[in-house]
């Protein structure tokens, strides 16, 4: 079976995770930096058998767009004409950061790290990833 992969797309940096073969766990990648994402796709899915990617959608509470919304969806279409053979999934991404932080302290995560930006993507991106495969197993996708 073929892995399921998140993005957390951001304008500096993006988080990435990854299910493991039987798409049950979802666990961290790491980060790019957005301006190398386009070689870090290239040669991870040329290596890995990758069947969709769920990309976290910027969206307001009250589902208005953001100020991350127009880039994130220009990343969409720019996926969708390099891979058409992968499916591309949105998953509303509020709260991420807050809970991929709140997630880091009650860990025992060290301030050090927890100051590390690239982890709040990397952890934002799992948690997209994990809510994407809750949903399908409620039949929600």
Do not use: C
């Amino acid at each position: 079976m073929a892995k399921i992969m998140a993005l957390d797309y951001g304008l500096k940096r993006v988080g990435i995770a990854a299910t493991d073969d039987l798409q049950i766990i979802a666990s961290a990648i790491g980060t790019q930096p957005t301006a190398h994402i386009w070689e870090f796709l290239k040669t991870y899915l040329a290596q890995n058998q990758i069947e969709a990617v769920v990309l976290g959608d910027p969206k307001n509470l009250d589902g208005s767009a953001t100020d991350a919304t127009a880039p994130t969806e220009a990343f969409a279409n720019e996926f969708r004409k390099r891979y058409p053979e992968i499916e591309l999934h949105r998953m509303n991404e509020v709260f991420t950061s807050r809970i991929a932080r709140q997630t880091m302290v009650s860990g025992g995560m060290k301030k050090k790290q927890r100051q590390q930006k690239g982890m709040v993507d990397q952890i934002s991106a799992t948690i997209i990833l994990q809510d994407f495969l809750s949903r399908r197993s409620n039949g929600l996708f």
